[in-house]
């Protein structure tokens, strides 16, 4: 459930963006009546709205995702907060300039947020984020706790490189292409990352929960 809590502006971006795209004329109305003033010019072209809209749903949702934590009495995570500075900054430009290139470095710019922000804690502090987060579930030598957070920081580089890789490059012009990615290559891209990072780390959780089998018996 924590999972598509957080994907949920994510999937709303997408639903959002392949319908609008799909009723272009609709879409297009909608911008135009509602969001001109945000728009720079106050016009913009049909095939420009779907991801005008997607960029503003993408907005409204993340803050909803913060109001619906605040209302439950439930701290919002830091990473929930930098999602929204992020997203409010590219979707803002992306509706202002009417330029989906804006909304493109969104998801590079958390992920490289959350490097730096891992390689931070760790290396100049001391503080093993993923090892805060992980703990509960498994426990491990500190010398792979110490190997799994330089990985996360590595990955989240790299999939922040990807994206621009996929945008700009193999995607270029296709706008729908690189949504299509958003949603489901990189959050395929993730599950394969844990998939094996949990094979890797397997021998540590039997060897921890060996003892306690012996001890029951």
């Known amino acids: 459930m924590k999972f598509l809590f957080d994907l949920f502006p994510v999937i709303l971006f997408f639903l959002v963006y392949k319908f609008a795209d799909g009723h272009q004329d609709a879409a297009h109305a909608l911008v135009q009546q509602y969001m001109g003033g945000l728009i720079s010019g106050g016009s913009v072209t049909p095939d420009q709205s779907p991801i005008i809209l997607a960029?503003?749903?993408?907005?409204?949702?993340?803050?909803?995702?913060?109001?619906?934590?605040?209302?439950?009495?439930?701290?919002?995570?830091g990473m929930l907060w930098l999602s929204l500075g992020v997203i409010v900054v590219t979707g803002g430009a992306t509706i202002y300039f009417h330029d989906p290139d804006f909304i493109k470095w969104k998801p590079?710019?958390?992920?490289?947020?959350?490097?730096?922000?891992?390689f931070v804690a760790q290396v100049g502090f001391r503080n093993n984020l993923m090892r805060k987060v992980m703990e509960a579930q498994i426990r491990l030598p500190d010398a792979v706790w110490a190997r799994v957070g330089y990985a996360w920081m590595a990955f989240f580089a790299v999939i922040g490189v990807l994206n621009l890789v996929m945008a700009f490059i193999v995607f270029k012009g296709n706008t729908g292409a690189w949504?299509?990615?958003?949603?489901?290559?990189?959050?395929?891209?993730?599950?394969?990352?844990?998939?094996?990072?949990?094979?890797?780390?397997?021998?540590?959780?039997?060897?921890?929960?060996?003892?306690?089998?012996k001890g029951d018996a």
């Open 179 to 213: 949504v299509n990615f958003k949603l489901f290559g990189i959050t395929g891209i993730f599950f394969a990352f844990i998939v094996i990072q949990t094979l890797m780390l397997s021998k540590y959780i039997e060897e921890h929960e060996q003892p306690q089998g």
């Open 108 to 118: 590079t710019i958390l992920y490289w947020a959350f490097a730096l922000a891992l």
């Open 55 to 77: 960029s503003a749903v993408g907005i409204i949702a993340t803050v909803l995702q913060i109001l619906y934590l605040l209302a439950r009495g439930r701290k919002v995570d």
